[in-house]
């Protein structure tokens, strides 16, 4: 078992930024590829990005490409998520996930967090 926890998130304004943590406890937290997800009011779950095992990989989808960027501390077992230059359309809860980058990228995980919300006013 893997417990994520997320925190970190809150109200901003647009252009502003938020940097979002996840720390992971349990099995071996260098053994999982991590991802971030988002799932706005209304809407499905959308995946964000994940980051390889090692951290010498990332991924990010076209909507936060070049504003948001993740980055992992094995030793630490923490994985973040970095936002800039947000919009209201960021607008969401945000979900950490442990899996392969396979699943992850297809909407599934090993283990997930409980979510964050963050929110961002125009």
């Known amino acids: 078992q893997v417990q994520l926890v997320e925190s970190g998130g809150g109200l901003v304004q647009a252009g502003g930024s938020l940097r979002l943590s996840c720390a992971a406890s349990?099995?071996?937290?260098?053994?999982?590829?991590m991802g971030w997800f988002r799932q706005p009011p209304g809407k499905e779950r959308e995946f964000v990005g994940d980051?390889?095992?090692?951290?010498?990989?990332?991924y990010y989808a076209d909507s936060v490409k070049g504003r948001f960027a993740i980055a992992r501390d094995n030793a630490k077992n923490t994985v973040v998520l970095q936002m800039n230059r947000l919009k209201p359309e960021d607008t969401a809860v945000y979900y950490c996930?442990?899996?392969?980058?396979?699943?992850?990228?297809?909407?599934?995980?090993?283990?997930w967090g409980q979510g964050t919300q963050v929110t961002v006013s125009s």
């Open positions: 349990g099995r071996t937290f260098s053994n999982y590829d």
């Open positions: 980051i390889s095992w090692s951290g010498h990989s990332r």
């Open positions: 996930a442990a899996g392969t980058t396979g699943k992850l990228r297809i909407g599934l995980a090993d283990y």
